[in-house]
């Protein structure tokens, strides 16, 4: 899941009552009867949808509230917390600094980026 988005459904382009797909990760507004979280829950046949605010689990179309630890890790992705001693280690230098063939230092790792339609070739 990706939740770095702008938060709106992905159909009526509307900010309000927006839950996430839990199995593919679209926006939609809802989850009434006609909805368009409930219906793309029939269409698609995925079932688990998250509360952009409040950070509730439902199973759709049933409706039903999902209380489940296991998903406290994407709840904590959703809204990320950082302490104070954790944002002040960003401005510590990493210890493990690479070298490139022609000597420039860099830091290891990998960086996500997002493909928004086809513009990685630009």
Do not use: W
Not at 88 to 110: C, F, I, N, Q, S
Request: net charge neutral; charged share 20%; proline share 6%.
């Amino acid at each position: 899941l990706d939740f770095d988005f702008e938060k709106v459904c992905s159909v009526s382009l509307s900010a309000t009552n927006v839950y996430a797909c839990v199995v593919c990760g679209k926006y939609f507004q809802g989850r009434g009867r006609n909805s368009h979280a409930y219906l793309h829950s029939l269409q698609q046949n995925h079932h688990v949808f998250i509360n952009l605010l409040s950070e509730k689990v439902y199973c759709l179309p049933d409706g039903y509230e999902v209380i489940d630890p296991s998903l406290s890790d994407i709840k904590r992705v959703l809204h990320p917390k950082f302490s104070p001693q954790m944002i002040a280690k960003l401005d510590v230098p990493p210890a493990l600094m690479a070298r490139t063939l022609d000597g420039k230092e860099y830091l290891p790792g990998v960086i996500g980026l997002n493909n928004l339609k086809y513009n990685d070739c630009l």
